[in-house]
């Protein structure tokens, strides 16, 4: 058998352990004496779970703001899963779409409006960012104002590219747009374009 052959196949489990988990217990991070080493295995798996969407250069940034968060009286433990997630999310938000909870939303009534008021793109970014519905008034303006915002930006750049007169930026971000809208759109029930 060549080296190849023999070569498993690196999970994105093993990416994030390889990446943030090993080198921050090599850093010192050990479990808390409060904590079983049944339950302390389990949220290592569940952290590397939850970690596994994001690229490389992020788990490193991560690993470099973990350092400095360790729990406990003497500062080695393991930080929580509170600590960390939003540390994760601030470095490469989760998308939407592996997140159940939160994604059922757009199958919802609410999500159907949002589409009939073409904000459904607008609602969806600030779901993806902030991981909650826009509830507070200040919060549904923002969402509107990036509603039309993002639709004028469409019909411009949707012009130049129908008049052939696009430029390089004007097809990258068209690309963009189609990508993520196609994203919201098929969070979306059946039938509802």
């Known amino acids: 058998m060549t080296d190849e052959q023999t070569t498993k ?36 798996t569940d952290l590397a779970d939850e970690l596994s969407h994001m690229h490389d250069d992020n788990l490193e940034s991560l ?12 500062r080695r433990g393991w930080p929580c899963m509170a600590t960390i997630m939003p540390l994760a999310e601030a470095a490469q938000p989760r998308p939407l779409e592996e997140v159940p909870a939160l994604a059922r939303w757009f199958r919802s009534a609410a999500g159907v409006e949002a589409y009939r008021e073409k904000r459904l793109l607008a609602e969806f970014r600030f779901w ?6 826009p509830l ?32 390089d930026d004007d097809l990258q971000w068209l690309a963009w747009h189609r990508k993520e809208e196609a994203r919201a759109m098929a969070l979306l029930p059946e039938g509802t374009a």
């Open 9 to 44: 196949t690196e999970t994105k489990r093993d990416r994030v352990r390889r990446l943030l988990i090993d080198p921050l217990t090599e850093h010192g991070f050990r479990k808390l004496s409060t904590v079983s080493a049944e339950r302390h295995a389990k949220f290592l």
């Open 63 to 74: 690993r470099a703001a973990l350092r400095y968060r360790g729990e406990g009286k003497d």
């Open 128 to 133: 993806e960012q902030f991981k909650k519905p």
């Open 136 to 167: 507070k008034d200040g919060e549904k303006r923002m969402v509107r104002e990036k509603a039309r915002e993002l639709d004028s930006e469409y019909r411009v750049r949707t012009d130049r590219e129908r008049r052939g007169v696009a430029s």
